[in-house]
């Protein structure tokens, strides 16, 4: 090994990751020396004692660097901000929901109607009402599909045997007959 590969594996021969390097060291005198130089100026620095920055520094350095302020000491984080959002909204959504319940009318009711029985009992009661019209308004949908799926066989029946008529494959003596029915009723088996 010579003195510029010594060099370049110097930070990990001071951690002692590189014993190799001890024999080159013991036959050279100018690296042991630059070895001895750099323990002293890591010793100076461990030594050093650490200081923080004051908080007109950083404001300085941040307004040179990007331009941007900090925000003021008297403003809360944006972490506090958005957890307290958050609250109010949670806040006003219960007291709207609270408000809106049956017999309930605002602040002219008296505190009585808020015993946590009767709130529950009629929050259980509107549970029931919204499921009551959810079941009715699915029911409906499913009674809707179901007659424009009809529709839509009368519709294709009815095409089809005007494009039958049209093209000559029906003829008027079929034309009297319960042939379209008969499609129909193909189409619904299908």
Not at 16 to 30: F, K, T, Y
Not at 120 to 127: I, P
């Amino acid at each position: 090994m010579n003195c510029n590969e010594f060099e370049l594996i110097l930070s990990e021969c001071l951690e002692g990751e590189r014993p190799e390097a001890g024999v080159h060291l013991r036959s050279c005198p100018s690296c042991r020396e630059l070895v001895t130089g750099v323990r002293a100026v890591v010793e100076l620095c461990r030594a050093y004692p650490e200081y923080d920055p004051s908080e007109k520094l950083v404001a300085s350095i941040l307004d040179a660097t990007t331009g941007s302020r900090r925000r003021p000491r008297w403003w809360p984080s944006p972490a506090f901000v958005l957890r307290f959002a958050s609250g109010l909204v949670l806040s006003l959504a219960f007291a709207s929901l609270l408000s809106s319940l049956p017999g309930i009318r605002g602040a002219a009711q008296a505190a009585s109607t808020l015993r946590p029985d009767q709130v529950v009992r009629k929050a259980d009661r509107l549970g029931r009402e919204v499921y009551s019209e959810l079941f009715r308004l699915y029911a409906r949908q499913r009674e809707i599909r179901a007659e424009l799926a009809l529709i839509k066989i009368d519709i294709w029946g009815a095409i089809e045997y005007h494009i039958g008529r049209i093209t000559g494959e029906i003829n008027l003596e079929e034309d009297e007959s319960d042939e379209p029915v008969k499609r129909q009723s193909s189409a619904l088996e299908a």
